[in-house]
T-cell receptor, first 111, second 115 residues
Framework: QKEVEQNSGPLSVPEGAIASLNCTYSDRGSQSFFWYRQYSGKSPELIMFIYSNGDKEDGRFTAQLNKASQYVSLLIRDSQPSDSATYLCAVLLRSARQLTFGSGTQLTVLP | DTEVTQTPKHLVMGMTNKKSLKCEQHMGHRAMYWYKQKAKKPPELMFVYSYEKLSINESVPSRFSPECPNSSLLNLHLHALQPEDSALYLC??????????????FGPGTRLTVL
C-alpha cells in the first residue's frame, strides 16, 4: 500500500471551473500536509500547507484536511490555464523528517 | 524571502568525471535536504542535514557524497555516476527543529545528464 495516494490523472477542467485534487495517506501519525505545484521541468513550488482539521483558504486555493479519514484535498476556484501543472501532495511525519510525496496529479485547464 | 538557489542549472558529465552541485539558502534554516527526481515521478529523498550534520542517508550509493560546509551551504559531490543517475536534483531547506512551521522550500534544481 502506497503511503500517500493521489487521485489518478490526468485531470482536465474548463477555464473558470473548480478543480478538485484529492490525496489520502496511510500513517495516522502524519502531522503536516502540503500541496506543491510543479510545472514541467521546474522544481516544486509550495501552494498551501495545512496542519489542523478543516479548511484553509488562500486566494483561489482551499486546502481541506480530515485526519479521521486520513484525507487532504485542494480546491482551485476559477481555474486558469496558468494553473495547468502537476500537483504534488506531501505528508510529513515530523519524527521521521521525511516528506513523503504522492505520485502527483496532472491538471490541465482548458481555455 | 523564501529563496533557495542552486548551481549549476544544467550539468552534463561523463561517467568518469567528478563534479559538484551547490545549494545556498539565507533563510536561517538549519535543515537542508537533497532530493532526486526522475521524469514523471515525485521527488525522492537522498540526504538530510540537521545543524550541519548528516542525519539521514536514504541508502544512497557512495558515488553521491554530500557536504554541508556551513549553515547556508549544501554541496553534493558526484563521482563515477551512471547514466541512470540522470535526473533533476533538488535542494530544499526548512526550519530546525520542526515545529509550528516545517515547510520545506525547494530550489530550482540542477538538471543532470550523465553520458
Amino acid at each position: 500500500q502506497k503511503e500517500v495516494e493521489q487521485n489518478s490523472g490526468p485531470l482536465s477542467v474548463p477555464e473558470g471551473a473548480i478543480a478538485s485534487l484529492n490525496c489520502t495517506y496511510s500513517d495516522r501519525g502524519s502531522q503536516s500536509f502540503f500541496w506543491y505545484r510543479q510545472y514541467s521541468g521546474k522544481s516544486p513550488e509550495l501552494i498551501m500547507f495545512i496542519y489542523s482539521n478543516g479548511d484553509k483558504e488562500d486566494g483561489r486555493f482551499t486546502a481541506q484536511l480530515n485526519k479521521a479519514s486520513q484525507y487532504v484535498s485542494l480546491l482551485i476556484r476559477d481555474s486558469q490555464p496558468s494553473d495547468s501543472a502537476t500537483y504534488l501532495c506531501a505528508v510529513l511525519l515530523r519524527s521521521a523528517r521525511q516528506l513523503t510525496f504522492g505520485s502527483g496529479t496532472q491538471l490541465t485547464v482548458l481555455p | 524571502d523564501t529563496e533557495v538557489t542552486q548551481t549549476p542549472k544544467h550539468l552534463v558529465m561523463g561517467m568518469t568525471n567528478k563534479k559538484s552541485l551547490k545549494c545556498e539558502q539565507h533563510m536561517g534554516h538549519r535543515a537542508m535536504y537533497w532530493y532526486k527526481q526522475k521524469a514523471k515521478k515525485p521527488p525522492e529523498l537522498m540526504f538530510v542535514y540537521s545543524y550541519e550534520k548528516l542525519s539521514i542517508n536514504e541508502s544512497v550509493p557512495s558515488r553521491f557524497s554530500p557536504e554541508c560546509p556551513n549553515s547556508s551551504l549544501l554541496n553534493l559531490h558526484l563521482h563515477a555516476l551512471q547514466p541512470e543517475d540522470s535526473a533533476l536534483y533538488l535542494c530544499a531547506s526548512s526550519q530546525e527543529p520542526p515545529g509550528a512551521t516545517d515547510t520545506q522550500y525547494f530550489g530550482p534544481g540542477t538538471r543532470l545528464t550523465v553520458l
